[in-house]
């Protein structure tokens, strides 16, 4: 068997008007909010970048320009940290520049996230690529994605990344189902899209982290428009499954979703944790907070 193609390519689809978080989204774009001082986007990036992935493409859209100002040289403000000696914030901007090779595409209609991998066709090419949400954080070691790469490795058809779900929550998700091959590797039947309560026949999600071929772009380009009246993903995935196959990893690591407010808070607080300048800092503030919460009076 010939050895399977090389993926080089990652699309980050970010051209969602992130109205969970307004109003601070309606100037800055969600992927630029901070875990703690790194954007998230820089974050996904970074896993891209770990995971072997040579080229990240930018789906973006009206208003989300400072994305990609964030990843391009800024020659101001680097003379101006040059001249006054601030070396580390001068490498930690110089560096953004070199992590990988950027080209942008624009989804001119918000037509859904199956619609925002289409956009990305002609930067793809005819090789298979990786697709990660921007607002989807996952810790691990190895990189989340790069557990889905070494997947795709293997078999050749395309690969979701998973996790498994508390009960009763099925229906916020869209749901595999399929058999277990590995200790936490899948081989999937069908995708249900936010089946409806009691029906769902797992508890194992798909979270925003795809391999796939290129043969998905042929395949969204005749799905109809189904939730939301958008082109969906999931839609697609579906159909890929049941022509070629699907594989699904439980993704080994710790999941953050930041395009909720809450996960985002925790997500802020995980990353605060775990850092050597600021980490002991942030847990004595943390239960010094609980204990003068749980003193303090009820709220009225």
């Given at each position: 068997m010939p050895p399977k193609p090389a993926v080089r390519?990652?699309?980050?689809?970010?051209?969602?008007?992130?109205?969970?978080?307004?109003?601070?989204?309606?100037?800055?774009?969600?992927?630029?909010?901070?875990?703690?001082?790194?954007?998230?986007?820089?974050?996904?990036?970074?896993?891209?970048?770990?995971?072997?992935?040579?080229?990240?493409?930018?789906?973006?859209?009206?208003?989300?320009?400072?994305?990609?100002?964030?990843?391009?040289?800024?020659?101001?403000?680097?003379?101006?940290?040059?001249?006054?000696?601030?070396?580390?914030?001068l490498n930690s901007v110089r560096r953004l520049t070199g992590l990988a090779r950027f080209a942008s595409v624009r989804q001119g209609v918000a037509n859904g996230l199956g619609h925002a991998v289409l956009c990305a066709r002609a930067a793809v090419g005819g090789e298979p690529f990786a697709v990660i949400l921007g607002d989807d954080l996952v810790e691990a070691k190895p990189p989340g994605i790069r557990q889905l790469l070494d997947v795709y490795q293997r078999h050749g058809v395309g690969v979701v990344?998973?996790?498994?779900?508390?009960?009763?929550?099925?229906?916020?998700?869209?749901?595999?189902?399929?058999?277990?091959?590995?200790?936490?590797?899948?081989?999937?039947r069908r995708l249900i899209e936010k089946p409806a309560q009691g029906t769902a026949p797992s508890r194992m999600a798909v979270i925003g982290r795809y391999v796939l071929p290129p043969e998905i772009f042929d395949i969204l380009e005749k799905t109809p428009r189904g939730r939301g009246d958008e082109i969906q993903l999931t839609d697609g995935l579906a159909t890929l499954c049941e022509a070629r196959g699907l594989f699904g990893v439980e993704i080994d690591g710790r999941r953050f979703d930041a395009g909720d407010r809450a996960g985002y808070v925790l997500a802020n607080l995980h990353f605060a944790l775990r850092r050597a300048d600021i980490g002991a800092e942030v847990r004595a503030g943390v239960e010094r907070l609980l204990r003068e919460l749980d003193s303090a009076p009820p709220s009225e």
């Open positions: 390519k990652a699309v980050l689809p970010v051209a969602g008007l992130g109205t969970r978080f307004l109003p601070v989204t309606k100037a800055i774009p969600k992927e630029l909010l901070p875990i703690v001082d790194v954007p998230s986007i820089q974050l996904i990036v970074e896993e891209c970048v770990e995971s072997g992935i040579e080229e990240v493409i930018l789906v973006t859209a009206r208003g989300k320009e400072a994305i990609e100002n964030h990843f391009d040289s800024a020659p101001g403000l680097e003379a101006i940290l040059e001249r006054k000696g601030k070396d580390a914030d990344g998973l996790q498994e779900v508390p009960p009763g929550q099925e229906h916020l998700y869209g749901i595999i189902e399929g058999n277990r091959v590995a200790a936490r590797e899948w081989k999937l």
